[in-house]
């Protein structure tokens, strides 16, 4: 069984910064690709962010394409997502994702418990 533990979620003033981390165990974490989803008030959960398994390849929604970065430490068994430049509209609860297989294009069957991310405008 994987067990994914977000971290790094709180109150942020509009244009600010912030990073999530995401640690998991219950299995090989190099070998999997991990995703960052999303879902604010009312809202269905929605795709933000995922990586594949070597971190050499990522992919984003583009509504936050150019603000957010997700990146990995395979000997940390930890998945980041480090958020800049951020709007109101990204006010949700954030949760991490492990991958079924090495590619992030590929179903997600993991999920963390999410952590929230309020920005004030």
């Known amino acids: 069984q994987v067990h994914l533990v977000e971290s790094g979620g709180g109150l942020m003033q509009a244009g600010g910064s912030l990073r999530l981390s995401c640690t998991a165990s219950?299995?090989?974490?190099?070998?999997?690709?991990m995703g960052w989803f999303r879902q604010a008030p009312g809202k269905e959960r929605e795709f933000v962010a995922g990586?594949?398994?070597?971190?050499?390849?990522?992919h984003y929604a583009d509504s936050v394409k150019g603000r957010f970065t997700i990146f990995r430490d395979n000997a940390k068994n930890t998945v980041y997502l480090q958020m800049s430049s951020l709007k109101p509209e990204d006010t949700a609860v954030y949760y991490c994702?492990?991958?079924?297989?090495?590619?992030?294009?590929?179903?997600?069957?993991?999920w963390g418990q999410g952590t929230q991310v309020t920005v004030s405008s």
């Open positions: 990586i594949n398994w070597s971190g050499r390849a990522d």
């Open positions: 994702a492990a991958g079924s297989t090495n590619s992030f294009s590929d179903p997600f069957n993991y």
């Open positions: 219950g299995r090989t974490f190099s070998n999997y690709a």
